[in-house]
């Protein structure tokens, strides 16, 4: 096997089942996965000849995993960690996040999420810090009415949903990646006659190709190698509710057909069954590509797509509400005051006008993560640019020149930290101090020793200044 396709995860579990079932799930994804039942044990493997190859780390949480985030992130600051954890201890988790740990996976654990953290892993060479996806999101359902939107694109999208929501037809949404497609199938379902029956999930691009029927459709005993059980199907678990497809241009044309007669017959054919099963299931679609465009390349059924587009719904990206980022921003951060482990943040005005500069190609998925990172970083009673530091270097590294209202939007200098106020005028030198000791602090974890060594500064020097602008060394 070529160097650059060997992909090692460490994993630090003591249970030999949850062992068994990560490497099952990270082999899936070409990852090879290597086990320490110690945070010593798993110092050795990243000092051995072993250790060049693992990418990331995934640890099973005890009372002691911050103290092993901040050792593994202390010796081997190029390794991305994880916690696997409970929707008890999320307040660990979190201390672990401020620690270093990237982010944390909810046990019992998701295939698709792990996936997404490997992968995360994988291109963390071009997306770093509050720019980088994370894999796990613990967010409540929305109503229709506790979505925040008010340009009129949004807003129409939102009315078409929330009419759509009494019908049984189905429903295709198409966005951008991160636009809140799931976030708008929850609503639906939740305001359906079908509210007090499942809504099952399912992303068809995460699940293999060879087992999207079996998946969907379920299977009898024996239909093929390995099925040793019978299984029922998402259609079967999802009979009497809603059944939400993500990414659903991504299944097979073959699968598609299945998919299609189901919905024109209301019955399911298990892949060995001699006979089929009605079922009763709202379909609810969703795609980050038009999906007319994939039929014009032949890689979507026109008669599927106007089937599954009984009512469609198109959700405008980030970069074209700008005019609800102030409120989304706000709305977002009350959410995450309610995560175990945070508090209520306000967010200045110079840091919204950081983020409204902001393309936001991750949309609001990214806007989520940028600002729960923030978050869990800052020590403050507020978010300035200072917790915003990759957000405010790429803004400056493309900005566009604009004018609005006579005002110029503040300028930022590389790194994250304001020189200028809106209307202009040289900030005080304290308050750009402050900013630069600040971005010094979260960029190297709160590593006192190490801010002081880049700041140029004894650390004696740094803990006088931290007291004299009233800064805490967490911040």
């Not at 994993?11 to 290597?34: K, M």
């Not at 909810?106 to 996936?115: D, F, G, N, S, Y």
Request: hydrophobic share 45%; net charge negative; glycine share 8%.
């Amino acid at each position: 096997m070529p160097r650059e396709t060997i992909r090692s995860l460490l994993l630090i579990d003591e249970d030999a089942g949850q062992r068994r079932l990560v490497s099952a799930i990270a082999a899936r994804a070409g990852w090879r996965t290597v086990v320490a039942d110690s945070s010593v044990a798993a110092l050795k493997v990243l000092k051995s000849p072993q250790g060049a190859t693992i990418e990331a780390v995934l640890i099973d949480q005890r009372e002691d995993t911050p103290i092993v985030v901040a050792e593994l992130r202390g010796a081997h600051p190029d390794k991305v960690v994880h916690v696997l954890t409970t929707l008890d201890d999320l307040a660990v988790a979190v201390e672990a996040m401020r620690q270093g740990a990237t982010d944390y996976l909810v046990k019992p654990i998701a295939p698709e999420r792990l996936m997404a953290a490997l992968d995360t892993a994988a291109n963390r060479d071009s997306i770093e810090g509050e720019l980088r996806p994370m894999a796990e999101k613990l967010w409540q359902p929305l109503s229709f009415d506790e979505i925040v939107g008010t340009v009129p694109a949004f807003r129409a999208a939102l009315a078409t949903a929330e009419r759509a929501a009494e019908s049984r037809v189905p429903v295709l949404i198409e966005g951008d990646r991160g636009t809140g497609k799931e976030m708008f199938a929850e609503a639906i379902h939740a305001a359906s006659p079908r509210a007090q029956r499942p809504l099952i999930v399912i992303d068809c691009g995460a699940v293999p190709a060879n087992v999207i029927d079996s998946t969907l459709f379920g299977h009898e005993q024996g239909a093929f190698a390995g099925a040793f059980d019978r299984k029922h199907g998402r259609f079967v678990e999802a009979d009497g509710g809603t059944l939400f497809l993500d990414d659903v241009a991504a299944l097979p044309l073959d699968t598609q057909a299945r998919l299609l007669a189901v919905l024109e017959s209301g019955r399911i054919w298990p892949l060995g069954a001699r006979g089929c099963r009605e079922v009763d299931v709202r379909v609810v679609a969703a795609s980050r590509v038009t999906l007319a465009e994939e039929v014009a390349q032949g890689r979507f059924r026109e008669d599927l797509l106007y089937r599954l587009a009984g009512v469609h719904v198109a959700l405008p990206p980030l970069r074209e509400r700008a005019a609800d980022l102030p409120a989304l921003a706000r709305h977002l951060l009350d959410r995450i005051a309610r995560q175990p482990g945070l508090r209520e943040l306000d967010i200045t005005d110079d840091a919204l006008a950081l983020l409204g500069a902001y393309d936001w190609p991750g949309n609001i998925r990214q806007l989520q993560n940028a600002l729960f990172r923030a978050a869990v970083l800052c020590d403050a009673p507020s978010l300035t640019t200072a917790d915003f530091p990759q957000i405010a270097q790429e803004s400056f590294s493309r900005r566009r020149p604009r004018v609005e209202s006579g005002h110029r939007m503040p300028s930022v200098a590389t790194g994250g930290v304001l020189l200028y106020t809106p209307e202009g005028h040289l900030r005080p030198l304290e308050d750009i101090e402050g900013d630069v000791i600040r971005l010094a602090i979260s960029h190297y974890r709160g590593r006192m020793s190490e801010v002081a060594r880049r700041l140029g500064i004894g650390r004696s020097t740094l803990y006088r200044k931290l007291g004299d602008l009233g800064i805490d060394s967490a911040a």
